[in-house]
């Protein structure tokens, strides 16, 4: 565990589907006490209890507390001012899976002026067939 006059060193979260609070600790260099105390701050933070009752954090939720410990201790920002970060960022997440897609740029192929498609259908058709009398 490290002591908050530590650099700000977080190790590579390794890849398990589940944390211990110890290990949470470990990677992020947040102390458990406190681990425990962001779980009542911020409601996004829920690790689910294993049958022996201890807390199982998953990979969204050590970034959660990474990110948490961004806000809060490089930041400055205070419970509130992370929590109301936190929430702002999950709301323009959504907004962005509603907006509706982009359509697709049209290809250059073919332009908006009909006259020009005619054209150019003409073209691909003459060399098709030109193609098709290569290969009789």
């Given at each position: 565990?490290?002591?908050?006059?530590?650099?700000?060193?977080?190790?590579?979260?390794?890849?398990?589907?589940?944390?211990?609070?110890?290990?949470?600790?470990?990677?992020?260099?947040?102390?458990?006490?406190?681990?425990?105390?962001?779980?009542?701050?911020?409601?996004?933070?829920?690790?689910?209890?294993?049958?022996?009752?201890?807390?199982?954090?998953?990979?969204?939720?050590?970034?959660?507390?990474?990110?948490?410990?961004?806000?809060?201790?490089?930041?400055?920002f205070?419970?509130?001012?992370?929590?109301?970060?936190?929430?702002?960022?999950?709301?323009?997440?959504?907004?962005?899976?509603?907006?509706?897609?982009?359509?697709?740029k049209?290809?250059?192929?073919?332009?908006?002026?009909?006259?020009?498609?005619?054209?150019?259908?003409?073209?691909?058709?003459?060399?098709?067939?030109?193609?098709?009398?290569?290969?009789?």
């Amino acid at each position: 565990m490290r002591t908050m006059d530590e650099p700000n060193e977080e190790k590579q979260i390794p890849d398990r589907l589940f944390f211990r609070i110890g290990d949470v600790s470990d990677v992020t260099g947040v102390e458990a006490y406190v681990l425990r105390y962001w779980e009542t701050e911020f409601t996004a933070l829920k690790p689910r209890k294993g049958r022996n009752g201890q807390r199982q954090y998953r990979r969204k939720d050590v970034e959660l507390v990474l990110e948490i410990k961004r806000l809060l201790y490089d930041k400055k920002f205070t419970i509130a001012g992370a929590r109301k970060a936190l929430r702002d960022k999950a709301n323009q997440a959504k907004r962005q899976e509603r907006r509706p897609k982009k359509p697709p740029k049209q290809s250059g192929l073919f332009g908006p002026d009909p006259s020009e498609n005619a054209e150019a259908l003409g073209e691909i058709k003459k060399e098709l067939r030109e193609i098709l009398a290569l290969l009789k």
